[in-house]
């Protein structure tokens, strides 16, 4: 992965998801042809030139991504505790208080789009509301949804849902960073909506990407790739003539694993009760500088990464690595472990067990009991929790390679 790149403008591969310019400014490249099979891409990370959106090019079609969704969901595994950690409850905790203060009706139509297994939807179950329809592209998470909290998920995307009725709130938690054609996407949704219907909003904030507390890159994830300032986001709703309503807009950190925190935008949208003065869409003077200061501040916190790694390369001894997701990925692009002595890889998502990764066979945990190669573990969110897994649950002493400092 290359640093911070020359900010002369260039013509991009992909339009521009807010205002369709097709000339922008590179930060860095993200290159790498090392992912699990059936979905794998390096991006180079991109601004708008004329309207200062950040965002993800060379990336591939929708159609892909919709796939990938539909197979690799990482959030549909039947073991799902019913009540979820302390962080996770906080988090679905604010966004329902906001909507509960904006919709006090509980007979309010609700559609959460890419709701997963439903967590969201039964905190607003419990607030009262009953008119409750999720919408995500996993089977397998309609069925747990169904079995864990008894709620109703449809299965498909938004661009192939065909309800009988319209919705007064839609609910986007995590999912426009996700979308390739962001504007069809929004274009769609209003065409869901009510008269008077709203949508609610929450992304990741690309403004304030420093302030959070993870892995280097990690915002950077295979999966992000849109990246959006509060200027930003209100310029895409505008375009579908939707505006934030009155104090619509609630910045946060929020916890998104121990020790692990992320910046967010919670936002309300309606249709505009006005024409807007200009078809000239306010340029965002926060995200370029942001994106900069945060690939600088992750290839300084990369150092050490790098060092344990560039340890691991030398001694040249056969290695298993925990983890072939969005983490591993990074440090093939970022390090020398491409030069590592790796045998197979392991991971938790079931989804990916009989894939490959760089031509190595993908392992479930219980693969790994009478292999004797060293372990290293590929993630910070999840280090101590594959730790304790490895030593407690699996019962294995192979020495551990960990990467942080926790």
């Avoid at 069809?184 to 008269?195: F, Q």
């Amino acid at each position: 992965m290359k640093g911070p790149q020359a900010t002369k403008t260039i013509q991009l591969g992909r339009a521009c998801p807010v205002c369709d310019s097709g000339a922008g400014r590179r930060l860095f490249s993200k290159k790498t042809t090392d992912a699990v099979e059936a979905f794998g891409f390096g991006y180079d990370v991109v601004v708008c030139s004329k309207c200062g959106f950040g965002f993800a090019d060379a990336i591939p079609k929708q159609a892909a991504l919709d796939t990938y969704y539909q197979d690799m969901s990482k959030y549909d595994a039947a073991g799902v505790a019913a009540t979820g950690p302390d962080y996770q409850q906080a988090y679905f905790s604010t966004i329902t208080r906001i909507i509960r203060e904006r919709f006090s009706d509980p007979a309010t139509q609700i559609l959460d789009v890419g709701c997963a297994t439903g967590r969201l939807l039964s905190f607003l179950q419990e607030a009262g509301y009953i008119n409750l329809l999720g919408l995500d592209p996993s089977p397998k998470s309609a069925v747990v949804a169904r079995k864990l909290y008894d709620v109703e998920v449809a299965v498909g995307s938004f661009f192939n849902f065909k309800p009988s009725y319209t919705f007064d709130l839609i609910i986007l938690s995590g999912v426009l960073e996700h979308i390739a054609s962001v504007k069809d996407a929004v274009r769609r949704i209003t065409e869901l909506l009510s008269p008077e219907g709203a949508v609610y909003i929450c992304v990741p904030d690309a403004s304030r990407f420093c302030e959070g507390e993870n892995a280097p890159f990690q915002e950077f994830s295979h999966e992000h790739i849109n990246f959006f300032g509060p200027v930003s986001l209100a310029n895409l709703m505008a375009t579908v003539d939707l505006e934030p309503i009155e104090n619509g807009f609630y910045q946060e950190l929020v916890t998104t694993a121990p020790k692990t925190t992320s910046p967010v935008i919670h936002a309300v949208f309606r249709k505009r009760d006005t024409a807007p003065t200009t078809d000239v869409p306010p340029y965002d003077e926060q995200t370029q500088k942001a994106l900069t200061d945060y690939i600088a501040q992750s290839l300084t916190a990369m150092r050490t990464i790098r060092k344990r790694i560039e340890n691991v390369v030398v001694k040249g001894e056969p290695i298993v690595i925990w983890g072939a997701g969005a983490h591993t990925l990074n440090l093939f692009a970022t390090t020398s472990m491409t030069e590592a002595n790796i045998v197979a890889f392991v991971d938790s998502n079931k989804n990916y067990h009989g894939r490959t990764l760089r031509g190595l066979p993908i392992l479930a945990p219980e693969d790994l009991i009478g292999r004797p190669e060293p372990i290293l573990v590929s993630s910070r969110v999840y280090q101590e929790e594959i730790r304790s897994q490895i030593r407690t649950k699996l019962g294995l002493g192979n020495e551990l390679i960990l990467l942080y400092n926790m």
